[in-house]
């Protein structure tokens, strides 16, 4: 089965998907109920850098589509 997408776009693709991921990681944690407050809900981690992590896998995603090899 032949792939339409070059094999470094592939590798891209998959490493663009471990950054998201990551990114996600960084945001999840404990959750805040109604019997108790949690503060770490506001973190730096969950509020800043978490999502910039992900929003970077997305923009490095589209590239990773786009990107077209030179040929040689």
Do not use: H
């Amino acid at each position: 089965m032949k792939s339409s997408l070059p094999k470094l776009n592939i590798w891209l693709i998959i490493g663009s998907f471990v950054v998201i991921i990551l990114g996600f990681a960084l945001m999840a944690g404990a959750p805040s109920g109604a019997t108790e407050y949690n503060p770490d809900i506001f973190s730096f981690r969950r509020i800043t850098v978490g999502p910039m992590i992900a929003f970077a896998g997305f923009v490095m995603m589209i590239f990773a589509i786009l990107y077209k090899p030179k040929k040689k």
